[in-house]
């Protein structure tokens, strides 16, 4: 397909329909699903592939993963027929299409006169599929047969009819078997779904039209990408750490070692410096197309016109990874955390992208939070259980403050209604955590403090909560954001801390329960941030009056709740204005970023 006008027309139209049938397909599983996961927290996807297993169509905040890879592998396209339905979650035999077990992938394949076009596919976090805990992840798991069943790449539909046997083995391992067969029914009904608007725009367009826009797509996008890191990457090497508080196990640190190379027409991430893979759960299996979409996601997204796809594969040329380490672990290594590395890999691509670009690059954004309260009802004997993902603050960007609290791609909070009724808790606080972004001339975003209050007779606590002792990072002169707790009892005779990766905490009736999450990292010097900002961010609740003053040099005139000038310029001028590339707790630079700074 070449860019005529006609054809330019003819590919935003095949694009907007899919891009309509893929938010059709998202809506079904909305309305239709049981758990909490899905139904409230929209922890779902959907999206639109070519023959080859290419990503085409999907969300602006596209999940990395080749998925279909390893379904080809066992049933070559030849071997599959219409009405077919695969489905799988083990990150291991999918080697890393999925990243851990709750994670529940199913793709359709799509025919037209008997020749294989594309796939429709949908997956979900399920709810409870078996393991040693209820809702399956543990901070304290040590082998992934501890964190529920495991499916490798299997044809559980098969020309429209649905492997019973199969579904009720499945179905028979979770505490929740009513909630998982709605959920499961859901996305395989999303999969036919988008089968069904696939094959309406291949009958409006034809076959041939439809995968020529593909490829055209594909191509833009890796064009559009190619260009950005061509003008705003020089060659050379540019390497960074970031760093994971614990597995868990041990209270050891872990660490993600990127090296970015770029030189004879070739760009390679070379990661195989990153520390051995844990005995906790935070190992990742990563897929060679992790880092290459979170690097077309970021250097991208000033033009809303490029698609997020598998264009963005093909230009990074190698993902370097050494077996047996942190994201490239072996098998039965555990991975129900492995978001505490997948973000730390977002980071360190964006630590080294700022020495390549003088600091061009995003601070380091927080790891999301979860907290599993698990009790039992006496009465029943029926399983209660709570788990809700809170929101951290992301980090200052070149162009704009970081986001506040807000969860990983683009997902939701409980409505504190919803929680209350579903989960049998009281929330008796939701509120911002003030100061805790990092200073900067763009602010990093800020966590938020969640007071539950235990109303079960007792109940057991997991709690998984990062960049306690390695805060997110700030860049080009920004500060650090500040680290988040978790407190029981806050306030009282009775008060306590917990370690914030930890499992098995008893809580009793009555207790309270403080989740305080972590800022992200700020961006340029807060000196420079303009004073009627930082007043607007005070009178917002994101920063205090002290820390206007401490960080930022901004000096207020209480009587009229407005900034000073005079006194504010004077303060600035006697502040420090000399800044390393890097902030965590102290300032560092590039070399010096590849040791532990010292925790806070």
């Not at 094959?199 to 076959?207: C, D, L, S, W, Y």
């Not at 797509?217 to 540019?238: C, H, I, K």
């Not at 077996?323 to 129900?336: E, Q, R, T």
């Not at 602010?443 to 235990?454: K, L, T």
Request: negative net charge; glycine residues 10%; aromatic residues 10%.
């Amino acid at each position: 397909m070449t860019n005529t006008s006609n054809q330019t027309v003819t590919l935003e139209l095949i694009n907007g329909a899919l891009q309509a049938a893929r938010s059709e397909m998202e809506a079904l599983i909305d309305r239709t699903s049981m758990s909490p996961f899905i139904r409230e927290k929209k922890d779902y996807f959907t999206a639109f592939l070519d023959k080859n297993g290419n990503l085409v169509v999907s969300t602006s905040l596209t999940l990395a993963g080749n998925l279909v890879d390893a379904i080809l592998d066992d049933y070559p396209a030849d071997t599959m027929r219409d009405g077919d339905l695969f489905w799988y979650n083990d990150p291991y035999a999918s080697r890393g299409g999925v990243s851990h077990l709750p994670d529940m992938v199913f793709v359709m394949p799509v025919f037209a006169d008997g020749r294989l076009i594309a796939f429709a596919e949908a997956w979900g976090h399920l709810w409870d599929i078996g393991g040693m805990v209820p809702g399956s992840i543990s901070p304290h798991a040590i082998s992934t047969f501890q964190e529920g069943i495991m499916i490798p790449p299997v044809r559980v539909m098969r020309e429209g009819v649905l492997n019973e046997e199969v579904f009720r083995i499945f179905t028979r391992n979770s505490r929740f078997p009513e909630m998982l067969k709605g959920d499961l029914k859901a996305i395989m009904a999303a999969c036919g779904l988008g089968k069904r608007r696939m094959e309406e725009v291949i009958t409006r367009f034809g076959a041939d039209t439809v995968e020529d826009a593909f490829a055209f797509m594909l191509n833009q996008s890796a064009d559009a990408l190619r260009r950005e890191f061509d003008t705003r990457v020089p060659d050379g090497e540019y390497s960074f750490r970031d760093f994971i508080d614990c597995d868990a196990v041990s209270d050891d640190p872990f660490s993600v070692h990127l090296t970015i190379r770029k030189g004879d027409g070739r760009i390679v991430y070379d990661f195989s410096k990153s520390e051995d893979q844990a005995s906790g759960p935070i190992n990742f299996v990563m897929d060679d197309s992790v880092p290459k979409f979170m690097t077309g996601l970021y250097m991208t997204m000033h033009n809303p016109n490029i698609r997020m796809n598998s264009g963005f594969e093909r230009v990074i040329d190698q993902i370097v990874t050494r077996p047996g380490s942190i994201v490239d672990p072996v098998f039965p290594a555990p991975l129900g955390l492995r978001s505490h590395t997948m973000i730390r890999v977002n980071n360190a691509i964006f630590g080294a992208l700022a020495q390549a670009t003088g600091g061009q690059a995003a601070a380091a954004s927080c790891v999301y939070v979860l907290y599993y309260l698990r009790s039992q009802n006496h009465k029943t004997g029926r399983i209660d259980l709570c788990i809700e993902g809170l929101a951290v603050g992301f980090g200052g960007r070149p162009h704009a403050d970081g986001l506040d609290a807000v969860y990983y791609v683009a997902q939701k909070n409980y409505p504190i209604e919803f929680a209350e009724m579903e989960f049998g808790v009281r929330i008796e606080a939701f509120r911002v955590h003030r100061d805790s972004g990092g200073a900067g001339f763009h602010r990093g975003g800020c966590g938020i403090v969640r007071d539950v209050r235990v109303l079960a007779d007792e109940a057991d606590l997991g709690i998984r909560l990062d960049n306690c002792k390695y805060p997110a990072f700030g860049t080009n002169g920004g500060l650090a954001g500040k680290a988040g707790r978790i407190i029981v009892n806050p306030d009282s005779n009775d008060a306590y801390e917990l370690k914030s990766m930890s499992d098995g905490n008893p809580l009793k009736k009555g207790d309270l329960l403080r989740v305080i999450t972590s800022g992200g990292g700020g961006w340029g010097n807060p000196l420079s941030r303009p004073a009627e900002e930082v007043l607007d961010d005070i009178l917002d609740g994101f920063v205090s009056i002290e820390q206007a003053a401490a960080d930022y040099g901004v000096i207020l005139d209480a009587a009229e709740i407005a900034v000073d000038m005079k006194a504010t310029r004077a303060w600035r001028a006697t502040l420090d204005s000399e800044r390393g590339m890097f902030n965590r707790a102290e300032f560092f630079g590039g070399a010096a970023g590849l040791t532990p700074p010292a925790a806070e």
